[in-house]
């Protein structure tokens, strides 16, 4: 070590490029363990929850976290939507919370704290005129009241204008009840709402509302419900010289969802979301209720999931266990139809015929291969209803039916090329070929429940008549599939093309493209399951290892 000394001592003394080099390299070791003491020390700042999770443009927002800092600097901020908060808007700034006015043009998105430390880990905001969340009433206005409504006769699906006063100006949770069409033993009337999955719902006053009379309703009355109250009741009489439908044999269903995150190992702090299916109401599907969750979501309802947030880090629990329990009302549904009265699609600027005969992930309308194959069945027939049935009937004869399911990443295409498949390619093959045809559809998903209450993932369809509403649709059911049925059904092939029995409880319509809420997250998306949604898993960013198990839906009880 001596000999060193001396050596460097020699060297610094006699060359002068020696000591300015030695100068140098002192500085940069300085420089360099500064940093480094510098970055070790810093701390990012942590948000640990948002107050509200839900507001609107002038509402004050309080994040409540750590390492934010005593004072706000002129380069940190509050990003809400990619929007970062003017200098205006900040009410208090301290090291563990931040209040700000929500600015006019607030969107859902993300919520972040930056500071010269770093950024934080986003939470989530949404707007709540966009969700479906309690509005406190109007004390200006009074009790709607139906004046008059375009036509006393009508049918399904065709375009109703109330008029009146005190609708309100914008709709929110403001609904429009009809009759519905049921078969009630005890005389008492049921009534159901418009649908926005069927886009329902095209233009709202205070004075005039325009709306499509909804599936599953009757003749009977209508009414408006705001959040001041319920209007009048008002007449209507529907009948469609096409056929007619009915809902029958209801049952109810008690079903449990339960999912497992476990062998949590996560080395910095992350957020996990779980996007939860929450099942529709429709005219079938007449009851869709959660009675339990746990533990607590961040929404219970958003764009048809539950949302549940986990923050991991390296003192995260090893497992955590989610329940969701429904109440869920089904009835077996008939149809009866002329296929002489019923003509191609008028109306194809509706939003309904637009949205159901585009392509989404699943469904590609613009591939040759299905084009070719649904003209060579179809031929020249332009009856929407006999395309449907040529085309259920050519599924069910020339194709094999896998009873097991495929694996994860199988093409559905394969279905035409192999002559065989699941059900979840007939079901995805049968809404292909008739959105070709142009004739709005929909892939149906949830489960299957047999006598002994043993659940099944499923899919089905539904197709779109004008003036008549969804006929559904099940292939292979009418191919030929064995489960246990209440009821035995003589002919499967004849009832399955226009019938649906109760032992079918959906948990997604046609295909649910969910928003991502994290920013560069990891997605999981869950393939041939009983939702068709584009998210089931969220993580942010950072290193995270975890394992997650879906269990299958179960009944619990029926009555």
């Known amino acids: 070590m001596s000999k060193i000394i001396k050596n460097f001592t020699i060297l610094f003394r006699k060359y002068p490029i020696f000591r300015v080099f030695s100068v140098v390299v002192f500085i940069l070791l300085v420089v360099g363990l500064f940093s480094l003491i510098n970055y070790r020390s810093r701390k990012v700042p942590i948000i640990t929850s948002i107050t509200p999770p839900v507001g609107a443009p002038g509402d004050i927002m309080i994040i409540s976290g750590e390492n934010f800092g005593p004072t706000r600097n002129t380069s940190d901020y509050v990003e809400v939507s990619g929007s970062k908060i003017t200098a205006s808007g900040y009410l208090a700034w301290q090291d563990t919370l931040i209040k700000i006015i929500l600015p006019a043009n607030v969107q859902d998105g993300l919520v972040i704290v930056s500071t010269k430390s770093g950024s934080s880990e986003p939470g989530f905001f949404a707007n709540k005129a966009g969700i479906p969340v309690e509005v406190p009433p109007d004390t200006k206005t009074s009790l709607p009241i139906i004046t008059a409504i375009n036509s006393e006769k009508s049918t399904i699906g065709s375009l109703l204008i109330i008029t009146g006063i005190n609708f309100g100006t914008i709709r929110n949770n403001s609904t429009v009840y009809f009759t519905a069409n049921r078969d009630n033993k005890d005389n008492n009337a049921v009534f159901l709402s418009a649908n926005e999955d069927n886009f329902d719902y095209e233009y709202w006053s205070d004075s005039e509302i325009h709306l499509r009379i909804p599936e599953g309703a009757s003749s009977g009355q209508l009414y408006v419900q705001t959040e001041k109250g319920i209007s009048n009741y008002f007449n209507l009489n529907l009948k469609s010289p096409i056929g007619s439908k009915s809902y029958t044999g209801k049952k109810t269903y008690l079903i449990q969802l339960t999912e497992d995150i476990e062998n949590i190992n996560s080395k910095v702090n992350t957020t996990l979301s779980l996007r939860v299916p929450y099942p529709p109401t429709t005219a079938s599907q007449s009851l869709a209720k959660l009675t339990e969750c746990s533990p607590e979501p961040v929404f219970e309802r958003y764009q048809n999931t539950i949302i549940h947030q ?120 049968y809404t292909t070929l008739l959105r070709i045809c142009k004739i709005p559809s929909i892939t149906v998903s949830g489960i299957l429940v047999d006598s002994d209450l043993k659940c099944n993932n499923h899919w089905w369809n539904e197709f779109y008549i004008e003036n008549f509403g969804w006929v559904p649709v099940d292939t292979v059911l009418g191919k030929g599939l064995e489960y246990k049925s209440f009821r035995p059904i003589e002919n499967t092939k004849d009832f399955y093309f226009g019938n649906i029995d109760s032992q079918h409880i959906t948990f997604s319509r046609g295909w649910n493209e969910l928003k991502p809420s994290l920013t560069n997250s990891k997605i999981v998306y869950r393939e041939r399951t009983y939702a068709l949604q584009s998210i089931w898993e969220e993580s942010s960013t950072g290193i995270v290892n975890y394992s997650s198990l879906w269990n299958d839906p179960i009944v619990v009880g029926i009555y």
């Open 310 to 429: 986990l923050e991991l880090s390296k003192s995260s629990a090893l497992q955590t266990k989610f329940n969701q329990n429904y109440v869920i009302e089904e009835h077996t549904v008939h149809t009866k139809i002329n296929p002489k009265a019923v003509k191609p699609f008028s109306e194809k600027t509706r939003v309904l015929y637009t949205a159901y005969t585009d392509s989404n992930r699943l469904i590609n309308c613009e591939d040759e291969d299905y084009i070719k194959l649904a003209k060579q069945i179809v031929k020249k027939e332009t009856n929407p209803y006999l395309q449907a049935k040529l085309i259920y009937d050519y599924i069910i004869d020339n194709f094999q039916l896998e009873e097991s399911l495929r694996p994860n990443g199988s093409s559905a295409k394969d279905l035409i090329l192999n002559k065989k498949g699941d059900a979840f390619d007939f079901a995805i093959l």
